[in-house]
């Protein structure tokens, strides 16, 4: 099968990443289990560095750069969490970075961006569009390109969760990943195959922007517009270029949930596991909770995207 990432990619990000990115736990509950009549394995990658999966990718992808390349600094863009692991990353690194992020991005993501040390530039998520903006600015600086989703190394190293996860939980039925733009997903996709080839991995977008579920039904990319949910790491327009054959070969469905799904797992996992995932970090979740996929008697593996979530925005949520 030629795609244009393959599982030795993603192994070789895991020894990149081994000693840097914390290597997080699979998390059980007995309530979860019940409510569903399966054995969930949570991957709680809300507990990765800088609170999201994002960190895997961004480093692998700096870490495969040329000497000059991080001389001269990288660019990326991204509405929170991606900015967040390039920032980071870029710091660990040594090398310099600068974000274009839309104005209304979570305070808290802006916030800790700009506290890793990088240069963040705003932009108008309704009228600007951000690619444009970003491939002029890094054509101008000289810097770089890493996109939140649509690059091989990115892609690679986000595979590295379900590496993870199915190392340390056992091979898995079931796998549900929050998708966005497709770099968790088809990473996810390609270490699934490898290590359990039975396993159906299933992507899970918000129901007002499923365009990854339009394309994949219709063998076509399909672009939409910016979506209205609260899963804003999920509020892309369409799947990637590289991440979309990934998807068509590998991936067995599509799902959608909705906001109030995603409200009603975020208070599940603060009321009953302690952990505060993020809107966009509940969608597989809210998935495996919504019966939509019968789990009975199934091993069922759940990426927790992140958990980066404003703490007024969570108090609002939980209300």
């Known amino acids: 099968m030629n795609l244009p990432v393959s599982y030795a990619d993603v192994v070789a990000a895991a020894a990149r990443l081994d000693g840097v990115a914390h290597r997080t736990p699979v998390l059980t509950s007995r309530t979860a289990d019940a409510r569903v009549g399966a054995r969930l394995h949570f991957k709680a990658e809300n507990l990765q560095r800088m609170g999201a999966f994002k960190f895997r990718g961004a480093y692998n992808a700096i870490a495969r750069l040329d000497e000059a390349a991080r001389r001269r600094g990288v660019l990326a863009f991204s509405s929170g969490n991606h ?3 390039i920032a980071l990353a870029s710091r660990l690194q040594g090398v310099a970075a600068t974000i274009v992020m839309p104005a209304d991005a979570p305070a808290i993501k802006l916030a800790a961006t700009r506290g890793y040390g990088a240069a963040v530039v705003t932009y108008d998520r309704m009228t600007e569009d951000r690619e444009a903006l970003a491939r002029r600015l890094a054509e101008e600086r000289g810097l770089a390109l890493i996109p939140p989703y649509d ?3 990115v892609i690679a190293g986000q595979g590295t ?4 996860l199915i ?4 091979p898995l039925d079931i796998l549900f990943v929050c998708t966005g733009g497709g770099g968790l997903v088809s990473g996810c996709a390609l270490a699934a195959r490898a290590l359990a080839p039975a396993c159906r991995v299933i992507a899970v977008e918000p129901e007002a ?7 994949f039904r219709t063998g076509a990319i399909v672009r939409i517009p910016v979506p209205a949910t609260i899963a804003d790491g999920a509020q892309t327009q369409a799947p990637g270029r590289l991440t979309f054959p990934i998807i068509r ?3 067995a ?3 959608t ?3 109030a799904e995603l409200i009603a797992a975020m208070r599940f996992f603060v009321a009953t596991m302690k952990i505060v995932v993020e809107p966009t970090g509940c969608l597989a979740a809210a998935a495996a909770f919504g019966g939509q996929i019968d789990l009975a008697g199934k091993r069922v593996g759940v990426i927790l995207s992140g958990g980066n979530v404003d703490p007024a925005a969570l108090a609002r949520y939980l209300a």
Request: proline share 3%; no cysteine; net charge negative.
């Open 83 to 85: 900015a967040q692991a």
């Open 257 to 259: 949930v909705s906001d």
């Open 249 to 251: 070969a590998l991936v």
């Open 209 to 215: 922007g499923n365009d990854v579920q339009q394309s």
């Open 161 to 164: 969760a379900a590496k993870e």
């Open 167 to 170: 190392e340390d939980a056992g």
């Open 151 to 153: 690059h091989p190394d």
């Open 253 to 255: 469905d599509v799902l």
